[in-house]
Structure formats: C-alpha cells, structure tokens
Nanobody, 116 residues
Framework: QVQLVESGGGLVQPGGSLRLSCAASGFTFSNYPMRWYRQAPGKERELVAAISTTGSNTNYADSVKGRFTISRDNAKNTVALQMNSLKFEDTAVYYC?????????WGQGTQVTVSS
C-alpha cells in the first residue's frame, strides 16, 4: 500500500538546523511532484516547499526562502527538506505530500520544535 514516512524532526535551538526525510513506497515516486507542508498549533496547514518530478524545479514559501532546501532522490524514493537558520516560528508538524492530477498522498507528519 501507499506509504509516506517522515523522519528527522526534533527539538532544536533557534539558528540550528534539521534535515527532514520522507520515504515513499507503494507508488511510482518518480512520477509525482512532491511537497512539504507544515501545520503549527491553531493554524492552517501551509505549503513550505515543492519539487518537480526530476528535481529541476523547486518553489518555496517566502517565509523559508534562503533557509530551507528541498531535494529528492528518485533512486531511493525519498524527498528531503534541509532546514537551516531555524526560527521559533518554524515550529510545526511537517508533512510530505505527493500529488499527481487528482491523486494525493500524505505522510503522518514529524514534529519540529524550535526552542531555547
């Protein structure tokens, strides 16, 4: 069955870094553009970063531009989110998402907490 499993979340101090990873299985990963979303307590889920099927095109929310980098490895069926210079406001549950046309799959999420 389809699975998206995120990992790499945790507690980090402001200014620190984390690398999230999402392992995909059960579908043809290389055919799906991938996205990272996040949801902070009491807020709507928001798009953080997106990457095309080949990885040649990426997009970022203004709030993370220059600090976060999305990448993918189609040979390993993984997508990553490198997060640098983390801020308090980056605290959220981070989800990876695969969508192609009308079909979309969510992971279960991984918690990122930025705190001193």
């Amino acid at each position: 069955q389809v699975q998206l499993v995120e990992s790499g979340g945790g507690l980090v101090q402001p200014g620190g870094s984390l690398r999230l990873s999402c392992a995909a299985s059960g579908f043809t990963f290389s055919n799906y553009p991938m996205r990272w979303y996040r949801q902070a307590p009491g807020k709507e889920r928001e798009l953080v970063a997106a990457i095309s099927t080949t990885g040649s095109n990426t997009n970022y929310a203004d709030s993370v531009k220059g600090r976060f980098t999305i990448s993918r490895d189609n040979a390993k069926n993984t997508v990553a989110l490198q997060m640098n210079s983390l801020k308090f406001e980056d605290t959220a549950v981070y989800y990876c998402y695969a969508q192609r046309v009308a079909v979309g799959y969510w992971g279960q999420g991984t918690q990122v907490t930025v705190s001193s």
